[in-house]
């Protein structure tokens, strides 16, 4: 029997995860990233993650984690994937466990639980402030362990440029370039997971690390692979303002009791501690009491938005409003949030245990990514696989915070025994396939790398790079309008039009950083058309997506999954009916008890 | 404190190497100042506008950066002569022309890039990780005091950053030396339930060459690392269990 082979490319958490089952099954595996994986994005995730555990006696169980995810998700995720995830997410905190993190525990050495958005339960196990790093750490030390015994070969430094599809559509490995060298070489593959990440990089600032551009996404979408649900994209209501980055205050901080304020006086000038309780502006609270603070994040964000811009109380006439954890005792806040208050600190300057923090929205997530069946991850296009942040299952119309990180090890443990079976069911693996289909792929990746560094035109690829953000993040986030979706459309286009009178300032050979990013740039540019025009065609307000001209989520009509399709060089928007055999959609209030 | 006028303009020194044997030289920028800018900004300032003071184009300036906020340890660097993350140096905290140089203990990729595989490969060969049987559901894990957590999670915070290797003395061309944060990952692992049962084979790889033994107590590696990780108790440990284990063998209890 032919030994397959699979590729795997990023290596966070869903990469890591799927990375593990593919070794575990014997099937060699190549991971591709381009950082080392242990630097991955997944370690900047910081309050937890979820699993119906139902260890602090509440009642907690699956069914009341599967209804909160589909209704937080506002009835747009297909239900039965979201299902099986809830039912799986128990026996991956014991997988973690098992592997070593070093979550909270309990005085009986059981493992801790906390309260997250859009839930009334203690579900989420956390590992200080820090639980992305810690998991990403455990998987890591997994990854390395098969290393070591030759099961996974590293190619760190290295970013995934194309796949490489053959004459009947199947893909046959990927097409990569080395960092340093700046080499473009083919590699050959029966399967390819995909576990790029996330897409902040489109609107500039974020939340996100810095790789997460969604570049690899949007070259297999111009390749045809189907991308879903683009428009959904998640703003963290509690990040702190920054000019290089919108660093997040994770909602750990409100499930630990931080409260979100505002002078009732918007000219108030007290320091704040001395501002007396009776003149503050609890408004989570007093807007939706069930929930308090801990109300999903598109509604918070939107909240704050109404203060700042609405209701004009934004602190000092600044967009920004108090979180406030200067009630809560320090030997708590030590315990239990010490890396996230140490990260505002470190980076303001302003010690949060005794004043309290200033926050603002910031996009934070994208629920919308990568087509994929509703089974075992398979995309579109035959071969290709996808998991984590990239693919778009898991989160409907919002994701519940606690959520992504569990969607990801789900996701990716799914990935590899599937990619493992698809590869072992071929007919003629990769190895039969004409080597002229890799070089074919190999020149069209050389040429554009030729065509950025000999173009002798205008542009700075870092000034278009920051006007799409401006774009994006003023017109594509919390409130969307027709005729601005329209503008920012017609703009986007524009920069595709100046990016091709690009101008490196770097034209040599040896880590060209600005090679790279030009190309980023240009998949970039193309997935922020498709963020923006399923937002334009969508009109209703779902989840994160909130239209003021069409305040209701209008089932009857948008109860629909956003299928875009490339084809001939343009974006078509198909549409497809959502899964909702479990639990029909009832209206989503956070006001008053579901 | 520089004064307001002063706060105008940021200036920085940046140590250039175009590639791995290519001969290093300085280059200096004027930046437009803004409030909380730090170092990974200027980086980015010189990209958008590569020119020098003396108004000389140059390339933007290569450097490895992803999290921005000092938990992905991609950014280590020298700073006006100190090892630390670029994305958490402050620059109104820093005297001004601000000198950046790349880590000298690694091997320069480009610029201010370095290459640390080293590290990567010191926990290979250490067997950081806990050798669990397989991903197929096996139940909880074992319970864990809540003060072995309280030990473990400092430790667990390591970034792979590199300063403590960088500040270390007996790191060099001429030894091997794992480095303190490796000694740490050793101590963290053969502190979990599981991990102790492979606590001797962890210790002995952590012995022999660039193993422990060459600790010489230079106590420079606690007060550089970002995290604040306790590396001298880590060392201490490590090093009393190589004692044990070297002289009592495996039977060491
Ligand atoms: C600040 C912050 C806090 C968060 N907190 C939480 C939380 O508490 N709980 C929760 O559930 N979720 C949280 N999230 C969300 C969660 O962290 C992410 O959704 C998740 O980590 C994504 O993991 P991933 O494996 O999909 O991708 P990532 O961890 O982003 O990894 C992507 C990988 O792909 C590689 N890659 C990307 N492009 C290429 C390319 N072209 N070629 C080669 N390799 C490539 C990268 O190098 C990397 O290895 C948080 C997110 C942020 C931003
Ligand atoms: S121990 Fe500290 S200084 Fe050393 S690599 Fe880890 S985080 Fe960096
Ligand atoms: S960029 Fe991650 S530590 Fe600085």
Redesign the pocket.
């Known amino acids: 029997m032919r030994q397959p082979k699979i590729i795997v ?9 799927a990375t593990i089952r593919v070794a575990e099954a014997g099937v060699p595996v190549d991971l ?4 080392p ?1 242990k ?12 699993a119906a555990k139902n260890q602090k006696g509440e009642g907690d169980s699956i069914a009341k984690h599967f209804d909160d995810t589909i209704y937080g998700g506002d009835f747009l995720a297909n239900q039965p994937l979201v299902k099986r995830m809830c039912e799986a997410a128990p026996g991956i905190i014991d997988l973690l466990d098992r592997m070593g993190v070093m979550f909270n525990r309990t005085p009986e050495g059981l493992l801790d639980y906390r309260r ?1 958005g859009g839930t009334l339960y203690h579900r ?1 196990a ?1 590992a200080g402030a820090t ?2 790093q810690q998991l ?1 750490y455990a998987l890591d030390e997994q990854v390395r362990r098969h290393e070591s015994e030759g099961k996974v070969q590293k190619y ?1 430094g ?4 194309s796949a490489v599809i053959d004459d009947s559509g199947v893909c046959r490995g990927i097409c ?1 370039m080395d960092l340093r060298s700046m080499e473009v070489t083919t590699h050959a593959a029966d399967a390819v997971i995909f ?4 897409i ?1 990089a489109i609107f500039g600032r ?4 810095v ?6 996404q949007s ?1 297999l979408f111009q390749q045809g692979v189907d991308y879903a649900n683009g428009e959904f994209i998640q703003v ?1 209501p509690t ?1 702190i303002p920054g000019e290089d980055k919108l ?2 205050m ?3 901080a409100r499930g630990e009791g931080g409260r979100v304020w505002v002078p009732k006086n918007p000219n108030d000038q007290r320091p704040p501690r001395t501002i007396p309780e009776g003149e503050r502006f609890y408004f989570l609270e007093e807007w939706y009491p069930k929930y308090g603070n801990l109300v999903p994040r598109d509604i918070a964000t939107r909240a704050i938005h109404r203060i700042v811009y609405q209701e004009h109380l934004g602190l000092h006439g600044k967009a920004a409003v108090y979180l406030d954890v200067t009630h809560i005792p320090r030997e708590t806040l030590d315990r239990k949030l010490e890396g996230i208050l140490e990260i505002y600190e470190k980076f303001l300057g302003v010690d949060p245990h005794v004043e309290p923090m200033q926050v603002f929205p910031a996009m ?2 994208t629920m919308g990514g990568i087509w994929i069946n509703g089974q075992d991850q398979a995309t579109s296009v035959p071969g290709i696989y996808a ?4 693919e778009y299952q898991y989160h409907g119309a919002n ?1 519940l ?8 090890i789900f ?2 443990g799914l990935a590899g025994p599937a990619a493992v079976k698809y590869a072992a069911n071929l007919q003629t693996g990769t190895e039969a396939v004409s080597s002229t289909v890799f070089e074919n792929e190999k020149k069209r990746q050389q040429e554009k790398n030729q065509m950025l560094i000999s173009n002798q035109g205008s542009e700075n690829p870092i000034t278009i790079w920051r006007e799409l953000g401006d774009i994006m993040t003023e017109h594509v986030t919390v409130t969307r309008i027709n005729k601005n979706l329209e503008l920012a459309d017609s703009k986007i286009r524009d920069l595709q039009a100046r990016y091709h009178k690009i101008n490196l300032s770097d034209r040599t050979k040896w880590s060209n950083q600005t090679l790279n990013f030009a190309r ?1 740039l240009e998949n970039m540019l193309v997935l922020a058309r498709v963020v923006t025009l399923g937002a334009l065609q969508r009109n209703e307000s779902r989840g994160a997506h909130y239209k003021p001209d069409f305040p209701e989520r209008d089932d009857a009509n948008w109860l629909k999954t956003t299928r875009a399709r490339f084809s001939d060089g343009e974006i078509q928007l198909t549409y497809e009916p959502v899964d909702i055999s479990q639990i029909p959609p009832r209206p989503r209030r956070y006001d008053a008890a579901k | 404190m520089p004064n307001k006028t002063d706060k105008k303009e940021v200036l920085v020194k940046v140590k250039r190497q175009s590639a791995p044997k290519v001969s290093p030289h300085w280059e200096e920028f004027r930046l437009q100042w803004r409030p909380y800018m730090n170092v990974i900004i200027c980086l980015r300032d010189i990209s958008e506008n590569p020119v020098t003071s003396d108004g000389r184009p140059t390339t933007p300036v290569s450097y490895d950066s ?2 921005l ?1 000092e938990v992905c340890g991609s950014c280590a660097m020298l700073i006006n002569g100190k090892a630390r993350m670029a994305c958490s140096a402050l620059v109104d905290q820093l005297d001004q022309p601000i000198r950046i140089e790349p880590l000298t203990k690694f091997p320069v990729v480009r610029d201010l890039s370095v290459d640390r595989q080293f590290m990567f490969e010191s926990l290979k060969r250490v067997k950081a990780w806990i050798p669990i049987d397989g991903t197929y559901d096996l139940g909880e894990g074992p319970r864990v005091p809540p003060e072995i957590q309280e030990k473990g999670y400092p430790l667990s915070r390591c970034i792979t950053c590199g300063n403590c290797l960088e500040v270390c003395p007996q790191v060099n061309e001429h030894n091997p030396f794992m480095g303190a944060a490796i000694f740490s990952q050793v101590r963290l692992f053969n502190m979990h339930p599981t991990g102790k049962m492979h606590a001797k084979e962890r210790i002995a790889a952590a012995m022999g060459n660039g193993g422990i033994e060459d600790c010489a107590n230079a106590q420079n590696c606690v007060v550089a690392c970002p995290k604040g990780i306790p590396l001298t108790e880590s060392l201490a440990e490590i090093n009393r269990e190589a004692w044990k284990q070297s002289l009592f063998g495996w039977l060491a209890g």
């Open positions: 490319v990023g290596g966070g958490l869903a990469g890591l995860m591709f990233s381009i950082v994986v630097r991955s994005h997944s370690v900047c995730a910081q309050g937890g993650i979820n997250f989420t956390f639980t992305g990403l760190e290295a970013t995934f440029l990569s576990a790029t990440g996330g902040g974020s939340t996100n690390s790789v997460c551009t969604g570049s690899a070259a963290h990040a660093r997040l994770s909602e750990s934070h997530y998991a984590g942040e990239c994701r915070g606690a959520n992504s990180l569990v969607s990801c996701g990716g980023e | 992803n999290c906020e």
